[in-house]
């Protein structure tokens, strides 16, 4: 009998060993720009090379006071939508770090980073922590938000990678956790597409870091699931590098579309090309 999971969240990821991984090879790029690397623009525009890394800098920080610290401050104003909030502090943290210079920026990611990985490494990721805003306004496991927060990061160094003529990273259980966490946006891509129940939906990803992602719709709602028989609809993309941008938008859905092969509903798999894994 297929499994379905109606947790609405998916089956379980650990992404906190791929962190650690991930921030050791952060600091030894970072360690590897010149002045001019540091100004050069980002896919994250406006954002330059420098403004990227202060980013990061400042969701360290946020991490350790209000997660580890307890420590809150700042709600949206009124009638201010939450991407909207985020985006606003967001600018005014970056505004702020100019001030800092690119060996300061890297001296702080060096007082930060242990205290993160450790933060990580003592969460019980099994509990109920924030919402992942774009996966459910409702509380998430801390293992969502700790993958969550795995992608974010591993996103921005990729595109200081870019900014700066160096090779995306292509570890492939980085990649495949990266594409993993980002498809946890799909029950929410797809809630407005009404189906008769036993529809799903599949997305197929080729490569090492790829794999198979199933959504079955039942109880007027789309579950993670294993395939089973009846009305699909498959999206199959044959490099991993167009799924995740997609996600963050550095590629946007009719590009994609373009890129992927689609066979069954055109028009639900349309609407799951609207994914978006980011606040936005």
């Known amino acids: 009998m297929p499994r379905v999971d109606t947790t609405g969240f998916g089956a379980r990821i650990n992404a906190r060993e791929l962190f650690e991984q991930d921030r050791v090879e952060l600091l030894r790029l970072l360690g590897e720009l010149t002045p001019q690397h540091w100004e050069r623009p980002t896919a994250a525009a406006p954002w330059v090379v420098r403004d990227l890394v202060a980013h990061l800098l400042g969701d360290d920080l946020a991490r350790l006071a209000r997660s580890r610290d307890g420590h809150r401050v700042g709600t949206p104003a009124p009638h201010e939508e939450f991407a909207a909030f985020i985006h606003r502090l967001n600018d005014e943290w970056i505004r702020a770090a100019a001030r800092l210079s690119p060996q300061l920026l890297i001296d702080l990611l060096q007082v930060t980073s242990p205290q993160v990985v450790a933060f990580w490494r003592q969460a019980d990721l099994d509990a109920t922590g924030e919402p992942v805003s774009w996966v459910s306004p409702d509380p998430a496991p801390v293992w969502l938000d700790c993958a969550r927060d795995f992608t974010e990061y591993w996103v921005h160094q990729q595109q200081i990678r870019e900014a700066t003529g160096r090779t995306v990273a292509t570890d492939r259980r980085a990649l495949h956790t ?56 498959t999206i199959a993309v044959d490099h991993a590098d167009v799924l995740w941008r997609l996600c963050v938008r550095m590629i946007e859905p009719q590009e994609a579309q373009q890129r992927v092969r689609i066979t069954g509903d055109h028009a639900l798999a349309a609407a799951a090309l609207q994914i978006v894994s980011i606040i936005r």
């Open 178 to 233: 990266v594409l993993d966490t980002f498809l946890r946006a799909m029950p929410r891509t797809l809630v407005r597409q009404d189906r008769p129940p036993g529809a799903q939906l599949i997305v197929t990803v080729a490569g090492p870091a790829g794999g198979q992602w199933c959504w079955l719709r039942e109880g007027g709602r789309w579950w993670f699931s294993d395939p089973r028989g009846g009305r699909t609809t």
